[in-house]
């Protein structure tokens, strides 16, 4: 039971290039979540899925994303990336009152 | 929307006090996280409470429920207790900014 996986977990970008954030779980939880996590600031929820097939939008959506086309897989997809998409990148799944985060992604835009 | 608040940002304590980190929250909620950070990102959570009080070892959260409050206290402190604290309302998916704990031997 792998729990969370996130992946990759560093890397360099350059402005205008797309990359897909991936997250897996294995706990077959229906609500799974991204958000990203700047200085000074709470996470910050990006989009969420409470099931296959259905997404939707949180409070910094603009600029990514996301599908989910099995229980497992939530990717997250930076269309063209810019400066101030430089953050941290945390991958949640949610049973009932219980959230268990991946590791983290380090995302740097130059 | 569910405004979540936390104090101190920041804090440093010698080894062996008594730590407190208070949380409080705009919209009544059902349940409230607190979850621990570590250097190098990886986020845990420590307690989900939805009234009272729990204890895990040196670590005891409670909440109110009529005063949209929570605290987090840590006894006896640690250096491995250096970590971010993070309340979290698990309903709307809101967070508070976290608070940097600093235990010194």
């Known amino acids: 039971n792998a729990g969370v996986t996130q992946t990759p977990k560093f890397q360099v970008l350059k402005t205008g290039q797309s990359m897909t954030l991936q997250c897996a779980q294995d706990m077959n939880h229906e609500y799974m979540s991204w958000y990203r996590q700047d200085p000074g600031m709470g996470l910050r929820l990006i989009h969420y899925s409470v099931g296959a097939g259905i997404t939707d939008q949180g409070e910094v959506p603009n600029g990514y994303n996301v599908s989910r086309s099995t229980t497992e897989d939530f990717p997250l997809r930076l269309l063209s990336a810019a400066p101030s998409q430089t953050s941290v990148y945390f991958c949640?799944?949610?049973?009932?009152?219980?959230?268990?985060f991946g590791e983290g992604s380090w995302l740097t835009v130059v | 929307k569910n405004e979540v608040e936390q104090s101190p940002q920041n804090l440093t304590a010698q080894e062996g006090e008594f730590i407190t980190i208070n949380c409080s929250y705009s919209v009544g909620i059902s349940a409230l996280h607190w979850l621990q950070q570590h250097p190098g990102g990886g986020i845990v959570s420590l307690f989900m409470l939805s009234s009272g009080k729990k204890k895990h070892g040196r670590l005891i959260a409670t909440i109110n429920i009529q005063e949209k409050h929570s605290s987090l206290h840590i006894t006896a402190s640690h250096p491995r207790d250096s970590a971010v604290y993070i309340c979290a309302v698990i309903d709307d998916m809101r967070f508070g900014a976290g608070t940097r704990l600093t235990v010194k031997p």
């Open positions: 949640a799944s949610t049973s009932g009152n219980t959230i268990y």
